[in-house]
RNA sequence: GCCGGAGUGGCGGAACUGGCAGACGCGCACGACUCAAAAUCGUGUGGGGUGAUACCCGUGUGGGUUCGAUUCCCACCUCCGGCACCA
């Protein structure tokens, strides 16, 4: 008798498996030098209050990668964590008046609790909190290492400040010049702040030899990186003060026809004569209180002041006039520029705006450049022409030392004396001051003489006060605080700690290393652990991070690899046989991205609004959701079209099918009637809806996907196999809500066939037999390989087609209750990395031992997976013109005369021979040549 | 402007190293079950053409290499991303 199997139910399913899961520690992670090690990371969430579903699309597959790695045999460490300092935080404490560490400590318990919905494999013990005093003690701790080893140093900077709230913004915190909150007008101001050297890596940063990431993050840190190749040269100016200048065309020196400072350049000063005293004054201040956008906005035209003074062009001696123009940067190179008008686009934009004199010195092959008449600059190849020494010398495309002009004048001007081979980048050092409260404190303490020090390493950590009161003003509350504030330096005197805190980038720049051991006092984590674990093998995030980031955290292993910390690792591996060579270089060696997921497209309503028409608005009082292709009656004095947008009562319809005007605003008035036929009973403004785009998900454009309704729906398992089904990893794209039911109808199914279970009294067919058992084996490999690749939508097609054959084969009666088993129990774990609580309950169905998570991986078996039967595959040239079964052991002899026997060839070729006859025995192809 | 990536059915996407384009899924159409609907099951589904075959066209566009091109080469178009007065 067949007891009817329970329906599937994934709600009990999930919460029994998870605590059981959980009760077993089935997801801890120890230390165990018998095992390969497995480190894989996903980057981790900013406690903003809700788990999104691009979090899962983020964690998920990752999960799913981590738990195929633990079946192939490896020791996995997959950890989970918050990245908890930031300025949300403190805006939710200003405006809503809760403690920072109230809010952030609530949002991550509720985040907690999403998480675990996921069914990841996430080992709970290891979790880290970076606003923890525990974990930002250690964050602290590194600034001190950095500042004691000379990495860390103040320097000024430019931010953005409000003169009304007399405080700092963030530059999302600025639109247009003016604070985004107030409206207020908000000032370029110079700072004081500490900044880590992070130049100093750039030409090791730019190797990534040891990396498997993605050539577009590689792109992109290159881009950010900016190396580039040239000299520096000593002019002087008239007085005998030297102006060094970084230039990447050293051959165009002889074509300096004038200098460019940027405005705050220390000499500007010195250079500036008497009469030009004013202009030069006025003109400084008018750049100060450009913004940085401005100052870089596109198709700017140039500007600048003469500074009445005169350099001396190294090269050649002659005297050549000194302006300044803010289109020389102070934060580049050596803040001052050789102008070079005929062969620097925008020297001959200033050149030509100010009358200066512009000199050929590269003439291109074919034309001869006259510098009255020439339209733009020419930046590219030709011979060198008026430049002493090297005319007739060949100028190429190449940059640096590889193009012979460049390389020639670099040799002569360090023989001369005047210069030398010089790299440049556009990197700048790493500001990581914030003048916030809800951050790491940075352990500085200043001394009334004007000293200098780090806090002791035993009075760390610098704690934040938490009797602090929020101003609404923004200004940190650090500044005020007396207990925090006054302190003493390390032989008694009285000092004042610094209030600024540390860029959250410095918390996530090294978290990789306290998931090693997050309760380790010692220090940031354990050498042990990290002896066996480090570095992370997969790392997978957002692409919007690959230049802070994971620029900042390659640096940040670097350093400390050359400070020292990781000494007592090295010594560990040694230990335990593991060669430490290189194993601190880089911070993760695989990286992979995963794409975005929009949100979904819909029309909007399309209704027939009446009322009363106030100039172009109506205020109606009757709403009806109509069919937008039934036609709207003649008579008909309302409005008629698609909501386009909706706010609160107000409509935005396109009325563009039954008028010309396009948009009307259409308010609804209080109590007017609504009916919306698909919705029954009472209906209400509310319900009314917009058109929405394909576009990034967000609150108030209303196309959130929310995962915890999907999971109360139709439980994790699903969820995680739908993200993983329809979309690339890679790519994302809008949200389905429809393509969901396959996933669910594979899930249902799998359901049903297992707990059916094997066919009683079938007639099995050993053909049938031997086709599903094949299959088996094709998905195990397909699985593998996708797993493998990040390729998880292939993945779970394979096992969607492996269920397929398998569910025909049940229906068909013709296979074995043996296969059947053998099949069932092979397709349960290769499902598991993807639907882990699916699979753990029928796999204690069938009768398996626990844990489906802790079995072996399949193995691959390529004589089961291999066909007896192929498909011979006829072309005449190039085109198909036949198939034929045949057994997959054909030789290419067999193979060939099958083709040509073939009637279909044979009509072809119509008594004739063919020319050519070639056979590709891996696609099971013959071409014929005729 | 410079650097990079991508263009395949109505949609998401598949195709190993140059070898049967469109796997798998959604959607859609028709049929079965049902009083009906949902669910489920069956059949079909790139376009043209045919009663059905045959055949022709088809992976952004145009050329090329090849017995054979979504895949390689050249030129172009479109979209997306990064950088951008960086000397």
Redesign the pocket.
């Given at each position: 008798m067949t007891v009817k199997p329970a329906e599937y139910n994934p709600k009990q399913i999930e919460s029994y498996w998870s605590e059981k899961w959980e009760r077993d520690g089935l997801y801890r992670s120890r230390v165990d030098w018998s095992k390969p090690k497995h480190y894989a990371l996903t980057m981790l969430p900013y406690p903003s209050g809700d788990l999104h579903i691009g979090h899962w699309f983020a964690m998920t597959p990752s999960d799913a990668r981590a738990r195929y790695m633990r079946m192939k045999g490896y020791n996995v460490l997959f950890p989970m964590g918050f990245d908890a300092f930031g300025l949300p935080a403190e805006n939710a404490a200003v405006q809503r008046n809760v403690h920072p560490w109230k809010w952030t400590y609530s949002n991550i318990e509720r985040m907690r609790k999403q998480l675990r919905s996921m069914g990841a494999m996430f080992d709970w013990e290891r979790e880290v909190v970076s606003c923890d005093p525990s974990y930002y003690k250690w964050t602290e701790w590194f600034f001190k290492v950095f500042f004691d080893n000379g990495l860390a140093y103040r320097g000024e900077a430019m931010v953005n400040w409000s003169p009304t709230l007399q405080t700092v913004l963030a530059n999302e915190q600025v639109i247009d010049g003016k604070d985004e909150r107030t409206g207020q007008p908000v000032i370029q101001k110079l700072m004081t702040q500490w900044f880590f050297n992070i130049t100093r890596y750039a030409d090791e940063l730019l190797d990534y030899s040891s990396l498997d990431w993605p050539?577009?993050v590689i792109?992109?840190q290159?881009?950010?990186i900016?190396r580039?190749e040239?000299a520096q040269v000593t002019f002087k100016t008239e007085h005998g003060d030297a102006i060094e200048?970084?230039?990447?065309?050293p051959d165009t020196l002889w074509g300096a026809t004038f200098m460019v400072l940027?405005p705050e350049h220390p000499l500007v000063e010195k250079v500036t004569s008497e009469g030009q005293k004013a202009a030069v004054e006025t003109y400084k201040a008018q750049v100060a209180r450009l913004t940085e956008i401005d100052?870089?906005?596109?198709d700017?035209?140039?500007?600048g002041m003469f500074t009445g003074g005169y350099a001396i062009n190294p090269v050649n001696n002659e005297r050549i006039p000194i302006w300044i123009?803010?289109?020389?940067?102070?934060?580049?190179?050596?803040?001052?520029?050789?102008a070079?008008p005929a062969h620097?686009?925008?020297?001959f934009?200033f050149a030509r705006k100010f009358n200066l004199p512009i000199r050929v010195v590269i003439q291109p092959e074919g034309e001869t450049l006259n510098p009255d008449t020439m339209p733009e600059a020419h930046s590219h190849e030709g011979i060198m022409v008026n430049s002493g020494p090297f005319n007739g010398t060949p100028a190429t495309n190449d940059k640096g030392r590889k193009n012979p002009a460049i390389n020639a004048v670099i040799d002569w001007l360090e023989v001369q004396g005047i210069g030398k081979e010089a790299v440049?980048?556009?990197l700048r050092d790493w500001l990581i001051s914030r003048q916030r409260y809800w951050g790491a404190p940075i352990p500085i303490v200043y001394g009334e003489d004007g000293t200098v020090e780090s806090v002791p390493e035993e009075d760390l950590p610098v704690l934040l006060p938490e009797d602090v009161e929020f101003m609404p003003t923004g200004q940190s509350p650090l500044m005020f605080h007396q207990g925090f504030l006054n302190t003493k330096t390390r032989d008694g005197k009285p000092a004042r700690r610094e209030t600024d805190t540390m860029d959250t980038f410095m918390c996530s720049s090294w978290y990789q290393l306290r998931y090693l051991s997050p309760n380790y006092d010692h220090a940031p984590f354990d050498p042990e652990e990290a002896a066996y674990w480090l570095p992370v093998d997969v790392y997978t995030g957002g692409?919007?991070h690959?230049?802070m980031h994971l620029l900042y955290t390659r640096e940040f292993t670097k350093a400390l690899r050359d400070f020292g910390v990781y000494d007592a690792t090295a010594e560990a591996m040694r230990r335990h046989g593991r060669n430490p060579e290189g194993q601190f270089d880089e911070p993760m060696l695989v990286l992979r991205n995963q794409?975005q997921i929009l949100g979904e497209a819909r029309p909007g309503h399309f209704v027939m609004a009446s009322g009363h028409f106030e100039g172009e608005k109506l205020f109606a009082n009757k709403v009806k959701v109509v069919d937008r292709n039934a036609p709207v009656p003649a008579n008909f004095d309302g409005v008629a079209g698609e909501i386009i947008r909706r706010t609160e009562r107000i409509l935005t319809v396109d009325v563009s099918t039954t008028v010309d005007e396009k948009l009307v605003t259409v308010e609804v008035l209080d109590g007017a009637e609504i009916d919306i036929p698909e919705i029954e009973g009472q209906n209400n403004v509310n319900q009314l809806k917009h058109r929405l785009d394909i576009q990034r998900m967000s609150k108030s454009k209303g196309n959130v996907v929310n995962p915890d309704e999907l999971v109360a729906k139709y439980g994790a398992d699903t969820v995680r196999a739908y993200l993983m089904?329809?979309?690339?990893f890679e790519?994302?794209?809008?949200w389905?809500s429809?393509?969901?039911?396959?996933?669910?109808?594979?899930i249902?199914?799998v359901w049903e066939i297992v707990t059916t279970g094997a066919p009683e009294g079938s007639r099995p067919d050993e053909k049938a037999n031997r086709d599903l058992l094949r299959k088996t084996h094709q998905t195990i490999a397909r699985v593998t390989d996708g797993l493998e690749k990040f390729?998880f939508?292939?993945a779970?097609?394979?096992l969607?087609?492996l269920?397929?054959l398998m569910?025909?084969s049940v229906?068909a009666q013709s296979i074995s209750p043996e296969v059947w088993h053998e099949s069932v129990k092979n397709m349960l774990l290769l499902m598991a990395p993807f639907t882990p609580f699916l699979a753990e309950a029928l796999w204690e169905h069938i009768g398996e031992p626990y844990s489906v998570h802790t079995q072996a991986w399949p193995v691959y078996n390529a004589e089961i997976a291999a066909e007896d039967e192929?498909?011979l595959?006829v072309?005449i040239?190039?085109?198909?013109?036949d198939?034929i079964q045949v057994p997959a052991s054909i030789t290419e002899e067999e193979a060939k005369a099958t083709a040509l026997a073939s009637e279909?060839v044979r009509e072809f070729l119509n008594g004739g021979q063919p020319k050519?006859v070639?056979y590709?025995a891996?696609?099971?192809?013959v071409?014929i040549?005729i």
């Open positions: 050539e577009t792109n992109m290159k881009n950010w900016g580039s040239g200048i970084f230039t990447t065309r940027a100052r870089t906005a596109e700017r035209e140039k500007t123009a803010d289109y020389v940067l102070i934060t580049y190179g050596s803040g001052a520029i050789m070079v620097d686009q925008r020297d934009e440049n980048y556009r692409v919007e690959a230049t794409g089904f329809a979309f690339k790519k994302g794209g809008p389905d429809q393509g969901i039911q396959g996933v669910i109808r594979w249902n199914d390729s939508n292939t779970v097609a394979a969607m087609e269920k397929n569910q025909a229906r192929v498909t595959v072309q040239n190039g085109k198909v013109r198939r279909r050519k070639i590709i891996k696609g099971n192809m071409s040549v």
